[in-house]
T-cell receptor, first 112, second 115 residues
């Protein structure tokens, strides 16, 4: 079936370095992608989104890249901070509704 | 904080019992979606409510049911609880305007444990 998945379950980076979290999706009908951050005991927090007619979008310290050719999505976090430690999920959404299909998540650990 | 509130935050139920979880959506949002998140996994879509009617459903059995009220708050009901129903239940609210959904904001979730 259609799915959204992630390449790495855990990513450990040094404070101040850049982080890159990757995600593969298989549903070519999806035209909207979102990255969420989930801290322990909390619900997912919206980080950034991107529509399929774009290949890059930047926010504050975060950039999302979309490669539709290989169905790949990535989240780049610049100057990673201890507060960035969390589980990150990519999700896809189809235009007709708001059903989000999530991947399994990547845990980002920031070393001081 | 997202403005989406869920209650209770934690709940312990016995297998076979029924449970009702509640969600108040963010001001101005008319759509509520429910998700189940098992430990160590991503959230799984249960169903969505728009204008008090179910507007999409994931792969969950009929014992998972819901309601949406005129003020857009919502309830998730689960009957005949099973051990595998133990999970974090998340509510997300969003707006629906001209055929498109706005971004979804999640509540903090209800941790349900079935024993």
């Amino acid at each position: 079936g259609e799915s959204v998945g992630l390449h790495l379950p855990t990513l450990s980076v040094q404070e101040g370095d850049n982080s890159i979290i990757n995600c593969a999706y298989s549903n070519s009908a999806s035209d909207y992608f979102i990255w969420y951050k989930q801290e322990s005991g909390k619900g997912p927090q919206f980080i950034i989104d991107i529509r399929s007619n774009m290949d890059k979008r930047q926010g504050q310290r975060v950039t999302v890249l979309l490669n539709k050719t290989v169905k790949h999505l990535s989240l780049q976090i610049a100057a990673t901070q201890p507060g960035d430690s969390a589980v990150y999920f990519c999700a896809e959404r189809r235009n007709a509704g708001n059903m989000l299909t999530f991947g399994g998540g990547t845990r980002l650990m920031v070393k001081p | 904080e997202t403005g989406v509130t869920q209650s209770p935050t934690h709940l312990i139920k016995t297998r076979g019992q029924q449970v009702t979880l509640r969600c108040s959506s963010q001001s101005g949002h008319n759509t509520v979606s429910w998700y189940q998140q098992a430990l160590g996994q991503g959230p799984q879509f249960i169903f969505q409510y728009y204008r008090e009617e179910e507007n999409g459903r994931g792969n969950f059995p009929p014992r998972f049911s819901g309601l949406q009220f005129p003020n857009y708050s919502s309830e998730l009901n689960v009957n005949a609880l099973e051990l595998d129903d133990s999970a974090l239940y998340l509510c997300a609210s969003s707006g629906f305007d001209r055929g498109l959904n706005t971004e979804a904001f999640f509540g903090q979730g209800t941790r349900l444990t079935v024993v």
